[in-house]
C-alpha cells in the first residue's frame, strides 16, 4: 500500500520549480513591456523612441530628419515595428509589417533595399553555395510552422520568394532496425 511520502512530491524538488516558475514569469512580464512599442509613443521624437526601444535595425547613420526607424521584436523576430515620424520630427504611426499582405508585394527583379522599404531587415539569412546568392529568412506571426524567405542573387536582386519549413519545425525520420 502506498503512503503519503509515497505521492507527495519532494519538497526541495518544488521550491526549485517554484522558483523556475517565478524567474520565467519575471522575465516573460520584462519582456512584455518592451516588447512592442506602446501607443505613446506617439508624439515622441526619434531620440525617445530609441531611449524606450533601443536601437533600431537598420541604425541609421543619424536620426536627425529619419522619417522611419525599424525594430524587429520577438523571439526570432517574429515582428517587424515601423515607427513613422512627421516632417515635425513626431511619431505618428506605428505598423507591424511581417504579415502575409506584405510578402504578397515581394517580387522577382526587386531590390534589397525595396524588400526592407516594405518588411525590413532579416535577422536571419544564410549564403547559397556556388556563388548562388543568399537568402533572407522571416520568421511571423502564424499558427503554421512556416517562414517567409526570400532568395536573392548576388547582385541584391529577388530571385523568388515563398514560404518554407524553419529548422525547429523540421521532422526527425527516425528509422527503427529489427
Not at 520565467?24 to 513591456?33: E, H, P, Q, R, V
Not at 513613422?84 to 506584405?102: P, S, T
Not at 522571416?138 to 503554421?144: A, D, E, K, V
Request: net charge neutral; aromatic share 10%; charged share 25%.
Amino acid at each position: 500500500m502506498l503512503g503519503v511520502q509515497d505521492v507527495m512530491p519532494n519538497p526541495s524538488l518544488l521550491a526549485r520549480l517554484s522558483t523556475v516558475t517565478l524567474a520565467a514569469s519575471l522575465l516573460l512580464s520584462g519582456c512584455a513591456t518592451s516588447y512592442a512599442p506602446s501607443a505613446d509613443i506617439i508624439g515622441a521624437t526619434p531620440d525617445e523612441v530609441v531611449a524606450r526601444l533601443g536601437p533600431p535595425l537598420p541604425r541609421p547613420e543619424s536620426l536627425e530628419g529619419i522619417s522611419r526607424l525599424d525594430f524587429p521584436r520577438g523571439p526570432y523576430g517574429r515582428h517587424t515595428y515601423f515607427v513613422y515620424f512627421n516632417e515635425q520630427g513626431k511619431a505618428e504611426r506605428i505598423d507591424q509589417v511581417l504579415d502575409e499582405k506584405n510578402f504578397a508585394l515581394i517580387k522577382p527583379d526587386m531590390d534589397k533595399a525595396e524588400v526592407v522599404q516594405l518588411i525590413g531587415v532579416s535577422r536571419d539569412t544564410f549564403v547559397i553555395g556556388r556563388d548562388r546568392g543568399y537568402v533572407w529568412n522571416y520568421r511571423y506571426n502564424t499558427p503554421l510552422c512556416q517562414w517567409f524567405q526570400i532568395e536573392f542573387t548576388l547582385e541584391g536582386k529577388v530571385r523568388s520568394a515563398g514560404y518554407g519549413r524553419p529548422p525547429e519545425c523540421q521532422m526527425k525520420v527516425v528509422r527503427l532496425l529489427r
